[in-house]
């Protein structure tokens, strides 16, 4: 099918009062990722020929972001915030400009997946001027009512449908709905809860705020939307009476509540996050990756892991990870910035922190810290351990308390150690230093100076031995002490 090219707008002019944040509301993070960035990465999956996302006045951290994530987008300032209608007109010259359809989507509505946004657009390919994207409300309040036609044929034999006659003599039979099944798709008006009749409250079929248009002249016929209602504000949602006496139909498209979790305040950040934690888990684990338990692994939305990795509980992935096949990850792990190949054994209470990246069957144990090094394949370094600005060769083995010492207060430097090298236990490597391939540095030593390939290195004081000498402290401390 040859669709028309799409214009998507993505609302994020709200200053987000209740969230109590200096940072605005569109930027705080889930799985690491701003609310903007995850509804800039849907537009993107949708394909939009134009992406524009609509700002309020001093906001430049939520323009700057819009830039960074979609450079080719526009940003448009909506200076005074008189209601959805009015800010989607902020774009009036975009929507003007555009031939074909236009997507507003709400940039506190993370959780909306591509498959959705495309069985929207589908309805404009059916013939629908506006699509509205709807769910069935838990706890409808606070939301638009979508009024809709009741289903043809199915009036008589459902007894429990209700209808509203007087407020709607002029479009038929709208229906009352709390289940899909009683009506049909046919949108006849949205209406907010603070306008909406005792009635029109009980349904519970509510807006989504994601509509999809197929209208020529849809900035002209935002335009006749009025502020005429409770809260003094330009509704979008008045479109659809507008479009429908424009002669242009309008549709409903369902979808799980749980994909247009709207975020006013934290408890519903919380609730998204863990909603999209729950969604990605399940991906993975349908991927072929075990989790033990899996409430207690958390991602990020660029986490990859291959298959048949295992990950034990309490594991979290930071921003930039990739594990790669057959990899076991041990309990208590936080990773950042990493890499870990294939059939690596991490953990368990390991740290891997950006430019970590570890080849195949490296192994990094308990209390390890690395970051930016390279680990080559088969290098352990099993206990105790900081590695930093580096890289490990193949088959070294890094003992137990080793330090990169790779900071002077001022520069940082690296440490580079062989193939199949053994460090001691207890070496502090001072850097710049290079260890060459097979060598050995004895444990305890504090490594300033290169090191060849195979030889040994140690930096340690002779050691003191004096025989009979604790039985003979230990005689005249007792007899101080009176014990004799
Ligand atoms: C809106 C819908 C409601 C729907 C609900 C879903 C209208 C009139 N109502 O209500 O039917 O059930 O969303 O969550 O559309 N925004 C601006 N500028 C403004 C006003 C809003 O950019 O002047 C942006 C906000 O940043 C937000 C979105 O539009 O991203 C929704 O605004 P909000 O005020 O939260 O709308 P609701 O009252 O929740
Ligand atoms: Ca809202």
Redesign the pocket.
């Known amino acids: 099918m040859n669709a028309p090219p799409l214009l998507i707008i993505v ?4 200053k987000g009062t209740r969230m109590k944040s200096a940072l605005p509301k569109v930027l705080h993070k889930i799985a690491g990722r701003s609310m903007l960035g995850h509804v800039l990465a849907l537009a993107h999956s949708a394909n939009a020929q134009q992406l524009v996302t ?1 700002v309020g006045t001093d906001m430049p951290a939520v323009e700057a972001e819009a830039k960074k994530l979609a450079p080719a987008s526009r940003t448009f300032i ?1 200076h005074q ?4 209608a ?2 989607v007109l902020a774009a009036r010259e975009a929507i003007k400009a555009h031939k074909g359809d236009v997507i507003v989507l ?4 993370p959780l909306i997946r591509a498959e959705t946004l495309m069985k929207l657009r589908a309805k404009l390919n059916e013939g629908a001027g506006v699509a509205v994207l709807g769910f069935l409300a838990a706890n409808p309040s ?3 009512r979508l009024l809709t036609e009741e289903k043809k044929g199915l009036g008589s034999a459902f007894n429990f449908v209700k209808h509203l006659t007087s407020d709607f003599a002029s479009y038929g039979r709208p229906t009352l709905r709390s289940s899909s099944a009683r009506s049909s798709d046919t949108l006849l008006a ?1 209406r ?1 809860e603070k306008d909406a009749s005792a009635a029109e409250r009980r349904v519970d079929l ?4 994601v509509m999809a248009f197929r209208i020529a002249n849809l900035a002209d016929l935002l335009g006749h939307i009025t502020n005429n209602n409770a809260k003094g ?1 330009f ?3 008045d479109v659809i009476e507008l479009a429908r006496k424009a002669g242009h139909s309008a549709a409903v498209v369902e979808c799980e509540e749980d994909e247009v979790l ?1 975020v ?1 305040a934290r408890d519903q950040l919380a609730e998204a996050e863990a909603i999209w934690q729950r969604r990605r888990r399940t991906d993975l684990m349908q991927e072929g990756v075990t989790m033990i338990a899996p409430d207690t692994v958390w991602l990020s939305y660029d986490t990859v892991i291959g298959r048949d990795v295992v990950i034990e509980p309490n594991v979290f992935f930071g921003p930039g990870v990739k594990v790669d096949e057959g990899a076991e990850i041990k309990a208590n792990c936080h990773f950042e910035g990493a890499v870990i190949g294939k059939g690596a054994r991490i953990g368990p209470f390991a740290r891997l922190r950006p430019g970590a990246a570890l080849s195949e069957n490296v192994h990094v144990g308990n209390f390890v810290e690395v970051k930016n090094v390279t680990m080559a394949a088969g290098s352990k370094a099993n206990h105790l351990a900081y590695l930093g600005d580096g890289s490990v060769g193949a088959e070294a083995n890094i003992g137990a308390g080793t330090i990169f010492c790779n900071y002077d207060g001022f520069n940082k430097s690296r440490t580079e150690i062989g193939a199949g090298t053994f460090v001691g236990s207890n070496s502090s490597l001072v850097a710049p230093v290079k260890i060459g391939d097979g060598a050995y540095i004895g444990s305890g030593s504090v490594i300033t100076k290169d090191v060849a390939a195979g030889s040994l290195a140690l930096e340690r004081s002779p050691q003191e031995e004096r025989p009979g000498w604790a039985e003979k402290f230990r005689t005249l401390m007792g007899r101080r002490k009176g014990k004799s």
Do not use: K, M, R
Not at 206 to 209: A, I, K, M, V, W
């Open positions: 609302l994020a002019a709200g609509v909506q915030q008189q209601g959805t009015d800010a709400y940039a506190d509505t606070g939301y638009g949205i907010e509510c807006n989504s705020g504000e509704y979008l949602t709207g006013n």
